[in-house]
Nanobody, 120 residues
């Protein structure tokens, strides 16, 4: 399963780094990523990355967030800089065996989520 860590409370303009490690997997995930959902809003893809380092970002986070991965460890990280109150949400780690998920967005594995709160 996927275990997230690194969420918390930060002031606007601050930074956080989220981590996600997949435990128990007997294969390498070709794609991993992060979704978020704020109260009353739809869930959205924040960033995703493949084992070949193809990345995808939501327009709202481009230039502020960076996704990286450790393929051999089935782990993914999200560095979030210049945080804004609108970034407040529960952040969910996702993973899939196949990199085509970047186009289908039908992720197989989901973490339980970690809360990020950005105060004004």
């Amino acid at each position: 399963h996927l275990v997230e860590s690194g969420g918390g409370l930060v002031q606007a303009g601050g930074a956080l780094e989220l981590s996600c490690v997949a435990s128990g997997a007997k294969f390498t995930f070709e794609a991993m990523g992060w979704y978020r959902q704020a109260p009353g809003k739809q869930r959205e893809l924040v960033a995703a990355i493949t084992t070949s380092d193809i990345t995808r970002y939501a327009d709202s986070v481009k230039g502020r967030f960076t996704i990286t991965t450790n393929n051999t460890a089935n782990s993914v990280y999200l560095r979030m800089n210049s945080l804004e109150p609108d970034d407040t949400a529960a952040y969910y780690c996702v993973a899939d065996r196949y990199r085509r998920v970047l186009y289908t967005q039908s992720w197989t594995f989901w973490g339980r989520g970690t809360q990020v709160t950005v105060s004004a």
